[in-house]
């Protein structure tokens, strides 16, 4: 049940109030130690570790779930590149402008050095399958097992539903889902004998992952996770991008629950279920991706992910300065980073399982979070409508009841805001973490955050959210 006071003037319109399960339900998702997750295109990589913000980010994540961050190691350029092992540096490529990427690159042991020393968290690694130099990627695919005490697994090909026609492991008979198939269990079977069973398979884009699944026969047993690529917008070639519908919360739960039947696939066949690469949009992200209100589509996003059985999301960070949706490296901490700073805050150390208390047709997200005892922790309040920084800012209160309240007193809340839902940090705006913090260029935080009173009377409690803003409340 639920109570809304929307504020329209001095308008306001009230309906019954959200109750808070006591204990958590058997509906409710189970949370990983590293749902928020970040993949680095591959011949990017050894450029990120040069900069002093990927560690400093990585780590600020780590610390407030207190785990490693898993990261993913791939893309475009992992099926461009041919390991050479007498090469002496980790990558070895060519390019007009520092922002390309190049069409051809190769890489030596070092690459996978890099990865053991300077990545704390688990890592998948992807390897060169388009090229059809089998004998190539397993050199590979040995010394990353040799070199690398975090190695999780290992993807064979990035993307392979887009594979032209010309690429060399395109048969004369064509490329499908099924010639893939048949492609990814020859391949596995091949090389997990050398490398253990640690393979990510399908790796798509375009193509659903769960008819792979079956096709895969008995190389399932080599297969560690099934990863899908997963952009809800396109700025490829010009294509339009809307933040509005990006960051709206009916939009959000529309577009995740269509990921729910390939994530039970791979649970059904024993497997993990990621997306392996994800962020706004496609090509690097557009003119939505720095903004504010991508970063609170990053908060409803995972918390969404996860309930339609996404066990991590893999946040891509691609070409070093030529990349919208990256969240560090581009000229300062982006916006974005806020989001997947306040959405790993909500999970914390503690956060093990959540369930979702607004039936997802609404502008207004609301999240109650469980600990490992079943115990109610943390609600998150998303308002979705959308502000541009014209007109009144609308607020939405939200009241809270039920077992899962306490009966009086008071408890805190944080809140995650910008001037409106287009800022952007690289441009000025100031987007603020509990008032205060914020993050300088080397992804530092920037001040002391301040949570606010919130007032609780007969066992519930009330909270107010404007347009594009986000609230934890801690019980």
Known sequence: MLRLLFAVGSLAVAVNAIAVPTAAPSTAAIIDSSQVAVSIEFFAFPGYTELVSTGTCIANLEGLRGAPVAVRIGGTTQDRATYDPSLATPVSFTVASPTDAPTSLTFGPSFFTLAANDLSGNVTIGLNRQLDNQANTLSAAVQAKDSMHNLYAIELGNEPDLYASTSPIVPSTGWSQSADAASEKSWFTAIAPSVGNIFQAAVYISWRTAPTVPLLGTSISTVRSVSEHSYPQSACNGAATNLMTLMSHSDIVSYTAGFSADAASAHAAGVRYFFGETNSATCGGGGISPTFGAALWIVDYVLQGALNGVERLYFHQGTIGDCQ???????????????????????????????????????????????????????????????????????????????????????????????????????????????????????????????????????????SVQASEALIVYL
């Open 325 to 463: 949706y990256c969240w560090w490296g581009r000229f300062t901490t982006g916006a974005p980073f806020y989001g997947a700073y306040f959405v790993t805050e909500f999970l914390g150390t503690d956060g093990a399982k959540l369930e979702m208390l607004d039936n997802g047709k609404g502008a207004v997200a609301m999240y109650v979070l469980f600990n490992s005892a079943g115990a109610p922790i943390r609600l998150l309040v998303y308002n979705s409508n959308y502000y541009d920084g014209t007109g009144t800012r609308s607020s939405t209160s939200v009241s809270f009841t039920g077992g899962g309240i306490p009966t009086s007193g008071t408890t805190t809340a944080l809140r995650l805001t910008g001037p409106n839902a287009t800022s952007r940090v690289d441009e000025g705006g100031i987007v603020t973490i509990g008032g205060n913090v914020t993050f300088d260029g080397d992804c530092n935080a920037v001040g002391t955050s301040t949570r606010e009173t919130v007032e609780v009377l007969e066992g519930a409690l009330t909270v």
